[in-house]
């Protein structure tokens, strides 16, 4: 049995297999350790096998929690749901030892999904392979344990299905792993940064603390990056798309879905460029607009002493202070703070002249779009983009906005995500070990 078992697991390091002897009697015991609870392991089959008050072989067939399992095509599908299998004479049992998460497991608070599961991965390795196991009971599924930080010595796993991932991908993965000399990793970000997304204008490796959004990778065929401490998984390769893809995509209408897509990269589109537009057109191309319009937003601008691009900083810098103060504030009074300030801030910019009205409008919807992205990495982002293409819009108007996201876009077409084109709109990328292309040693 245990020769079988490890030919099926070959690659799951969380996998124990025993070969037990008390006298005569020799038993064989495997199960996989993430999943399984190893108190009820030792005091169900090891403390009385190593006792024997009464008969072990007696103990068993009296005990309905063990249940003959004659079928060895199902022993893969059984240990995956979190049994042991014990042979005993020849014969196999099973035996329900299904290791439980703790209610007081994290609850999901970056990542928030309506219909969604609620539970986030946890920060000890064994839970979070449990959650992820749980959810994505396949033998193919490898689990592979290596050490970073020369100081730390921070347990690293990946996870993959070894069937849909694609080799080059996970050779340069390891290669990159390899490399890393860093003393210390505390965090997720630490390690993202150290696999190259230190100077990127755009992540390319998603950093998740959802276990659906993490199966949905694995079946991707993409790799995932569990450490030590942290509660969050990185996963890679990463696309575009999959950063403006919300985890409830999955749960609602195709149409729905689509449309609420097109509504992110409209949201993004306008964080990006509004600012720049503003400037552009108040500066060089008031023509743009109907001549109603042109005159009300003169009259607005009619008490602001200074050119449209310092009242753009001036608006831009306030509410970039906003956000950071509503992140850092404790929780109970961060919104209250923040929401109030931004009030009382706004208007009394608005009234004593230092700001027009229409430039509220325009800071507002700034700010509202850049939340409409789902993932928070790429949220951060976004929210720097916006600054370069203010420089080319001082000098140029509507032609250096025009440029600069022309220059946006050719960066994003040559990027590459280990390998894997990055700028894909629509639909997920599934990998296969097959896939043809040369990995991009970043």
Known sequence: MLNRIEMLFAEARDLTLNRLQNGNLVI??????????????????????AKQEIPFEDAVKRNPSFKRLDDPAKWAETILHGFVLLQLNGVVYKLDVARIIRNE?????VETVIMGPQIALSEDLIDSVNIIRSRYPSEELSVEERTIGTISKTRLLLVFDKHRVDA????????????????IFTATGELVRSLGDRYRLFPSMMVTERPDRVCTGIEDGKVILLLQGSMFAIVLPSTFFDFMHAVDDSYDSFW???????????????????????????????????????????????????PSFVEVFIMLFMIESLIEASVRLPKYIGSTATTVGGLILGQAAQQAGLVSSIMIIVTSVVAISNFVIPVNNMSTAIRFLKYPLIIPAIFFGISGVALGMFCYLIYLSDLRSFGKPYFRLFGRTQLQSGDIGQVNQE
């Open 168 to 183: 080059n991908v996970l050779s340069s993965i390891r290669e990159k792993l390899e490399r890393i000399s860093d003393p």
């Open 28 to 49: 064989e015991v495997a199960y996989i350790a993430t999943l399984c609870d190893e108190s009820k392991v030792s005091d169900f089959i090891l403390v009385p096998f």
């Open 105 to 109: 497991n994290p609850q999901t608070m």
């Open 256 to 306: 729905m879905t689509r449309a609420m897509i097109v509504l992110r990269y409209f949201a993004a589109l306008l964080t990006i460029t509004l600012p720049a537009l503003y400037v552009a057109i108040m500066s060089y191309n008031p023509e743009l607009f109907r001549v109603q319009l042109t005159f009300s937003i003169s009259g607005s601008r009619s008490a602001v002493p200074y």
